[in-house]
Each structure stands twice: as C-alpha cells, then as structure tokens.
C-alpha cells in the first residue's frame, strides 16, 4: 500500500511540473472553436428571422402559407410558397424511391456478401462517387438524362421533375449506402450465427434478422439522404427550370426553393424589394423542413436503438 501512494504522489508530482502552457491553452483554444461555432449558428438564425420578418410586414403571412401561385416578378406579385413546396417535394420523392432501394441493396451487398477484396473496391467508388461537385451533377442531368429520358418520353420537356430527381437520387446512394452498411456491420455476428445454426438462408439472416436490427440506423440514413435532397441546390437550378408549379405534372418545367433562392441571388431583384426579402421567407422555410427531418432521423436512432 506504502508504494502504492508513493507511485501516485510521483505521477501527481511529475504532471504539475510537466504542465506548460499548451495544456493551459488547448482547452481555452478548443472552447473558443465551440462558442465560434455555436455564435455562427445563432447569427444564421437571427438573420433569417429578423429579414423574414420584415417579409411579413409587407406580404400577408395567409397568402404566403395558403396559396399555391408563385409569381413575385409579375406586376402583380403572388407569394404562394406551395408552388416551390411541390417542387421542392416531386424532386425528393423522385430521389428516394430511385436512392432507397439501391443504397439499401448496396448495403446488404456490402454487410453480407461481398468479400474484402471486393468492398475495398466498393467503398472508394462510393466516396469518389459522394465527393463528386453537385454542379457536375447538374450538367450531367442537363446534358445527359434529360436527352436520354426525352427520346424514350418524347412529351417530356426540357426542363422537368424527372431527371433532376434521378440525379439527386444518385448523389444521395452513397449517403444511405455508407451509413446502412455501418448500421448492419454494429449487428453482432453472433445473431447471425445463431440464425444461421437455426437453418435460416443467408438472404433469411440478411433481410429478417440483420436489417431489422439495424432499423434505427438505416431509417436514420434515409431521413438524412431526404433532407440531403430536400437542400440541393446546382441539381434543380440547371436541370429542373424555373416555373413554380404547384401540381403533381412531374413533364414539365418546374422550380424549388432553392432554385428560386439562387435566381433571386444572382441578381434578379433589388436590394431591399419584396421579391428580396422573400428569399429569406423561402430560405426560413426551407430550414424548417431540414430541421424537422433532422430531429426526427435523432428520434428515430434514439427510439429504435438496439443496445448489443
């Protein structure tokens, strides 16, 4: 016991004389990048509060929240958000019902089939494919997909749902398909043994014992690829037009709001105008959507957890 207490009275003495002054300045420095990070936050959100304020003091919040007609150049301005909110929607729903089953697929390739050889091939195409530059994306659905989708619907335009939507369901596959396959790889291979010894296929193990015991972590992926989809920008502006439409015709051109956002920022409306400050009432908007997606991918990973 005597040298016990005399090994720890050296440690405590060697780390008061080792102290300097980096260990007194790291967490001063690391606190500092946390309030930095915290204060910009808190900046973005003042900002958009108080410029969508003044929106509102010049255009009725009951025309912005229920009418569906978007026209803020016309010399009778419309401020219907629903317009660019069904936009917005047809490009995310097009995205994940093409994303989700492949990302998924992927996944389960990924966990349960395929060998070392092959996911060390895998994983750095799909984080070649993730760190590809959204514009790219956009001409690629411009010049590429719409030309193709057009000579196969010929009725489809230029400028449509269609296409943006596929692409955007491209760049968002590797964002379900990573985050899906380390949900499934935390699953415990003992569970699958004992699937396994209890006669069950591996598909068996793969899609009724492995994927709902990642369920949390994989649904979690999807709601982040949504709001991931929900956000892009370059994608819709070059590839989707920029008619606000507020139907479900998925042929013709139509406009989100982030599309809108770009346009007026480019330089199509004056400082200080109601088409202006409308793109922090479109931009507030849209960062409500993200949120809301955002705390439900936390409730979903907190509520559906499995604990091994």
Do not use: C
């Not at 690391?30 to 910009?40: F, K, P």
């Not at 969508?52 to 025309?63: A, D, K, P, Y």
């Not at 590429?144 to 749902?161: A, D, K, Y």
């Not at 396994?196 to 649904?219: D, Y």
């Amino acid at each position: 016991m005597k040298s016990q207490h005399n090994v720890r009275e050296m440690i405590a003495h060697n780390q008061r004389n080792k102290k300097g002054v980096s260990d007194k300045l790291v967490p001063i420095v690391l606190a500092v990048i946390a309030v930095i990070s915290i204060l910009t936050t808190i900046g973005i959100l003042f900002t958009l509060l108080t410029e969508t304020i003044t929106f509102f003091t010049r255009v009725s919040i009951v025309e912005f929240l229920f009418t569906r007609e978007w026209n803020p150049f016309s010399s009778d301005p419309k401020y219907g958000i629903w317009a660019l909110i069904f936009g917005t929607l047809k490009v995310t729903v097009i995205a994940t019902l093409f994303a989700v089953p492949i990302g998924l697929g992927a996944a389960i390739y990924l966990s349960e089939y395929a060998s070392d050889r092959m996911r060390k091939i895998i994983k750095p195409v799909l984080e070649i494919l993730a760190g590809i530059p959204t514009i790219v994306f956009g001409f690629f659905a411009l010049t590429f997909v719409t030309p193709m989708l057009r000579s196969i619907f010929p009725e489809l335009g230029s400028f449509n749902s269609i296409s943006p939507g596929l692409v955007v369901g491209v760049m968002i596959i590797p964002l379900i398909t990573s985050l899906s396959e380390d949900a499934m790889a935390s699953v415990p291979n003992k569970i699958r043994e004992g699937a396994l010894g209890l006669g069950a296929t591996k598909f068996e193990v793969a899609t009724k014992v492995v994927l709902p015991a990642a369920i949390s972590g994989i649904v979690a992926s999807i709601v982040l690829a949504i709001s991931r989809a929900i956000g892009e920008t370059m994608i819709v502006s070059l590839a989707a037009g920029s008619t606000p439409d507020a139907t479900f015709n998925l042929t013709g051109s139509i406009q989100t709001m982030t599309g809108y956002i770009v346009q007026v920022a480019t330089g199509d409306a004056t400082f200080g105008s109601d088409t202006y400050y409308s793109i922090y009432a479109v931009g507030f908007t849209l960062f409500l959507f993200t949120l809301v997606m955002n705390l439900i991918s936390q409730w979903i990973a907190k509520r559906f957890r499995e604990e091994y």
